[in-house]
């Protein structure tokens, strides 16, 4: 069993930067790929990055791509979502989730944390 959490949600304006981080416990996040979707109210949750479990692969939904960065620290038992120049349209809840592969669709992901709100204001 992974247990998630994740961390580092809030209200920024329109081009400024937050980092997300997703802590697990339980077994170690090594031996698993990591992903982070989001969802917007009334909106289906869609696919934001993956990082492989060595991290030396990582994915990109082409509206984020050149903005966000996924990260992960094995030692730390952490992953990160580094987001820049953000946008009204990236508001949403932020979930990181672990599979045994990379995946762009949720149902692959075994394991998620509670979500962390993410509020872009124009």
């Known amino acids: 069993q992974v247990h998630l959490v994740e961390s580092g949600g809030g209200l920024v304006q329109a081009g400024g930067s937050l980092r997300l981080s997703c802590a697990a416990s339980?077994?170690?996040?090594?031996?698993?790929?990591m992903a982070w979707f989001r969802q917007a109210p009334g909106k289906e949750r869609e696919f934001v990055a993956y990082?492989?479990?060595?991290?030396?692969?990582?994915y990109y939904a082409d509206s984020v791509k050149g903005r966000f960065t996924i990260s992960r620290d094995n030692a730390k038992n952490t992953v990160y979502l580094q987001m820049n120049s953000l946008k009204p349209e990236d508001t949403a809840v932020y979930y990181c989730?672990?599979?045994?592969?990379?995946?762009?669709?949720?149902?692959?992901?075994?394991?998620w944390g509670q979500g962390t709100q993410v509020t872009v204001s124009s």
């Open positions: 989730a672990a599979s045994g592969g990379t995946y762009v669709v949720s149902r692959m992901y075994d394991y």
């Open positions: 990082i492989t479990w060595s991290g030396d692969n990582t």
């Open positions: 339980g077994r170690t996040l090594r031996n698993y790929a």
